[in-house]
């Protein structure tokens, strides 16, 4: 089995981070994970954001993750447990991670708010 690759914090850099996390998915998976106390088996992220994932695909993604080195990932028998690596990265990049997190849940909010608004239209045109 191939050992996992996990850089270290000197070699983690902000676009490495902001590629790993412009995905949709990726971004939705470290935030869940950051909010995390435990880690979590890829598995628990079958379903992001409303959406079937294949394991194959949450494979890659979590590699993304891992290069980049947002998360730790170590093998457990046929499961990998993943955890968020925060406070490593935020020694060496102060208030990059929050800003990111906090924009992403603004954003996340708006979705949100926006999808209601056309539910509601869409039941008000029907009715």
Same mark, same amino acid.
């Not at 971004?27 to 379903?47: D, G, K, M, P």
């Given at each position: ?6 850089? =270290? @914090?000197?070699?983690? +850099? ?5 590629? %790993? $996390?412009?995905?949709?998915?990726? /971004? ?23 959406? =079937? @994932?294949?394991?194959? +695909? ?5 590699? %993304? $993750?891992?290069?980049?080195?947002? /998360? ?56």
């Amino acid at each position: 089995m191939r050992p996992l690759i996990h850089p =270290s @914090i000197e070699d983690i +850099t902000v676009e490495g981070i902001l590629h %790993a $996390l412009a995905d949709p998915v990726r /971004v939705a998976i470290y935030a869940e994970l950051a909010s995390s106390a435990c880690a979590n088996t890829c598995s628990n992220f079958l379903q992001v954001s409303d959406r =079937s @994932i294949p394991k194959s +695909t949450l494979s890659q993604h979590f590699r %993304a $993750l891992r290069e980049a080195g947002l /998360v730790r990932s170590e093998r457990s028998g046929v499961e990998m447990h993943n955890t968020a690596r925060c406070d490593e990265v935020e020694k060496r990049f102060p208030g990059l991670l929050a800003a990111i997190m906090n924009a992403h849940r603004i954003q996340s909010a708006d979705c949100a708010r926006a999808a209601k608004r056309q539910q509601a239209t869409v039941r008000k045109k029907a009715g």
